[in-house]
């Protein structure tokens, strides 16, 4: 279906479908992450490249749950609860960029305070990655280090 939309409407009038273009994203998103997963040392945790496939796998479920709502939308039963869904998610995006900004701020402050100390702390991205599990309930990550020796984590 997808050929045909292409050679029919040609690749240009393609890509300005947003949904075409999320479509590819999906694939591109899941074949790419396939490919890093392939590259030696992916698979260890620690490692950044480890974390940028976890990334794009999330990131690429996430839009194939946004894809999923979008399709739901066509059921009786299912559309108004979608509709809601999508309502309050339109609502929280002051609240998220806030929160994004807020939560950016306190990894750059920690990765300052903390960079040289920490060996989880060798890039903002770790800090990051640190103040966002802290600020989802995990403060295991906080257990060796200054911040949750002061606060006895």
Do not use: H
């Amino acid at each position: 279906r997808e050929v045909s939309q292409i050679r029919a409407e040609g690749v240009k009038g393609y890509l300005m479908g947003n949904w075409n273009v999320f479509d590819l994203v999906i694939v591109f998103g899941g074949v790419g992450g396939l490919v890093l997963e392939q590259v030696p040392g992916s698979e260890e945790q620690g490692d950044d490249l480890g974390k940028v496939v976890r990334a794009v796998y999330g990131f690429v479920c996430l839009a194939l749950m946004v894809k999923t709502f979008y399709f739901c939308r066509g059921f009786k039963a299912l559309g108004f609860l979608i509709n809601m869904i999508l309502n309050v998610l339109k609502d929280m995006v002051n609240f998220l960029i806030v929160l994004g900004v807020s939560v950016l701020g306190f990894a750059l402050c920690n990765f300052q305070l903390q960079g040289e100390q920490e060996e989880q702390w060798e890039a903002p991205l770790d800090a990051l990655f640190v103040d966002y599990n802290v600020l989802v309930g995990n403060v295991e990550v906080m257990e060796d280090s200054i911040l949750g020796k002061w606060y006895r984590i």
